[in-house]
């Protein structure tokens, strides 16, 4: 099969909402038109319907804000190009992270806002287009959330754009869903983006510092479920973090970690190299592993990811226990 054919194929199963962001993308940035046919020859259509989430998501975020799909592909390709490539070369170069403190990322891109907003828009993008990041949020929905119990208390620490809280909102299994972000811009956008969708009273969200002796003590034991994405790489202290959520669940209560691996960018500063490393936190915490996955970047083995170390993102399930 070739190229043009195997885009083709997989053009033939996807949503209409993420051809058209596929059709933007490709407009704005035709060299990745490689990359795109890559990660979308083989998803199954668990994955199709995530990624297709997704794509309806940005549509309804360029409505909501008067811009276009076209300007969203254009803040991808800069987050490719200008961002994230960058951080890849130093990575490559140096073997390590270019920051390493949170005063540093802030300094350097959180108090740059107009980057980051591009940063941001390109990153949302990226999840219904990044195979391992459509892997990651096809595993939060079709498995992890369809296999919780009716009833409970979740959490989301770091909500981001609010993907993970809209997938849990719609597998309707808690009696209520909390969202907690340091960041009073963060938890503006996530605020933004659900009212968008119709489920701004669906989620209480709080700005608050998760490591805050009063909020843990208030908090303790009290979620049976906790979703911790893509958070654990911006830390200093990783594994503070995880006994802080030990602390937060209730006894049997799960928590759904998602952290790439080898994943330079301007404000990761923890920098994991294998999935040992994280269930080693895991159980310096006394949590129960359940479940590991491990979600290698389009077109590659995870053998060949590990060994070249390229990006993988790997998703751990623990249990806090009885």
């Not at 300007?71 to 961002?83: G, L, M, P, T, V």
């Amino acid at each position: 099969m070739t190229e043009i054919e195997t885009l083709a194929t997989a053009e033939a199963t996807m949503g209409p909402a993420t051809r058209r962001v596929v059709g933007a993308v490709e407009a704005a940035f035709p060299s990745h038109a490689k990359y795109l046919r890559r990660s979308f020859a083989s998803r199954t259509p668990g994955m199709v319907a995530t990624a297709e989430r997704v794509a309806d998501l940005v549509e309804r975020l360029v409505a909501g804000t008067g811009r276009s799909l076209e300007s969203y592909a254009q803040d991808y390709r800069y987050f490719c190009e200008e961002i994230v490539f960058p951080e890849e070369l130093f990575f490559r170069r140096e073997g390590r992270y270019r920051l390493s403190s949170f005063a540093e990322a802030e300094r350097d891109v959180y108090a740059n806002r107009a980057m980051m907003a591009r940063y941001m828009d390109g990153l949302l993008v990226s999840d219904c287009i990044w195979l391992n990041h459509v892997n990651a949020m096809t595993h939060f929905a079709d498995t992890h959330l369809a296999g919780l119990p009716r009833g409970g208390a979740h959490l989301e620490i770091g909500p981001g754009h609010g993907l993970l809280l809209r997938l849990a909102i719609e597998a309707g299994r808690f009696d209520s869903i909390d969202a907690w972000d340091i960041s009073e811009t963060s938890i503006a956008h996530t605020r933004e983006v659900l009212g968008l969708l119709g489920h701004e009273d669906r989620v209480r969200l709080t700005r608050c510092n998760f490591y805050d002796a009063e909020m843990r003590a208030a908090h303790a034991g009290r979620f049976t479920s906790i979703a911790f994405s893509e958070v654990l790489e911006h830390l200093e202290e990783p594994g503070l973090a995880i006994e802080v959520i030990r602390g937060l669940l209730a006894p049997g209560g799960l928590v759904w970690i998602n952290v790439p691996a080898n994943a330079p960018a301007p404000d990761h500063l923890y920098l994991v190299r294998a999935q040992e490393e994280v269930e080693a936190l895991v159980a310096a915490a006394g949590l129960e592993l359940v479940e590991t996955k491990a979600f290698p970047a389009a077109g590659e083995s995870l053998e060949r990811a590990l060994r070249l170390e390229l990006p993988v993102t790997y998703i751990l399930v623990a249990r806090c226990p009885q």
